[in-house]
């Protein structure tokens, strides 16, 4: 008898359970110690409950709590913010914030039941330094865009030079059918906020119909 070929299956989405004796407890430590938010809740009184950080979901069961063992791990996009949010609310952070060797910046949380979380983003400094030279590059931009990327570099603790190459770097890079993006998804929400702010009214194409004052 042959071994069977394991068939080829998309996964979508996981979702790690564990065990709390109080649903409706846990749910509220979750999202108002933790920052997540409560996705839903099952049962009267509540036997399962689901809460949310950001589009990842973990469901917190009725029954004895199991911490032995157990470490969630959660990739994100602000872990110095996130960090610094569940301090102020008195959670037990059992392993400092740091940056690891193996290329995150995280820290470590106890929850009421004793489950250790992690919560780190990826940092992409690791590695030995790469020795360049810049150069000047004649270049000019639309009065609003450039004040969009002055305020990105900040945001993102980064120089100007730096932020135009990493953006460069990633748009370069085929990924699928597109190119990649050094962008999160909270660095995309602060860019729209950036780019409203400083009245950027003209999409992605844009800059294919743009006319310098006195061209005309």
């Known amino acids: 008898m042959t071994n069977p070929v394991a068939p080829q299956v998309d996964c979508e989405q996981q979702h790690p359970s564990i065990p709390v004796p109080d649903v409706l407890a846990a749910a509220d430590f979750y999202t108002t110690k933790l920052g997540f938010r409560l996705g839903f809740t099952w049962g009267e009184p509540p036997t399962m409950a689901g809460v949310n950080l950001?589009?990842?979901?973990?469901?917190?069961?009725?029954?004895?709590?199991?911490?032995?063992?157990?470490?969630?791990h959660f990739v994100?996009?602000?872990?110095?913010?996130?960090?610094?949010?569940?301090?102020?609310?008195?959670?037990?952070?059992?392993?400092?914030?740091?940056?690891?060797?193996?290329?995150?910046?995280?820290?470590?949380?106890?929850?009421?039941?004793?489950?250790?979380?992690?919560?780190?983003?990826?940092?992409?400094?690791?590695?030995?330094?790469?020795?360049?030279?810049?150069?000047?590059?004649?270049?000019?931009?639309?009065?609003?865009?450039?004040?969009?990327?002055?305020d990105l570099a900040e945001y993102k603790r980064m120089s100007?030079?730096?932020?135009?190459?990493?953006?460069?770097?990633?748009?370069?890079?085929?990924?699928?059918?597109g190119v990649a993006s050094p962008h999160t998804k909270r660095d995309l929400r602060q860019i729209q906020h950036l780019m409203a702010t400083h009245g950027i009214d003209y999409d992605s194409h844009g800059s294919y119909r743009f006319v310098e004052s006195g061209e005309r």
């Open 76 to 150: 994100i996009g602000a872990a110095d913010d996130l960090c610094e949010f569940q301090r102020a609310r008195g959670v037990e952070i059992v392993e400092p914030l740091g940056d690891r060797p193996w290329g995150f910046r995280d820290y470590t949380v106890r929850d009421l039941h004793g489950y250790h979380l992690i919560f780190g983003q990826r940092i992409y400094n690791d590695g030995p330094p790469l020795l360049i030279e810049r150069v000047d590059v004649p270049l000019r931009l639309e009065r609003r865009l450039a004040a969009v990327l002055r």
């Open 54 to 72: 950001g589009d990842v979901q973990i469901f917190l069961r009725q029954g004895t709590p199991a911490p032995q063992g157990c470490t969630l």
């Open 160 to 177: 100007l030079s730096s932020c135009v190459e990493e953006t460069l770097l990633h748009t370069f890079t085929p990924l699928g059918d």
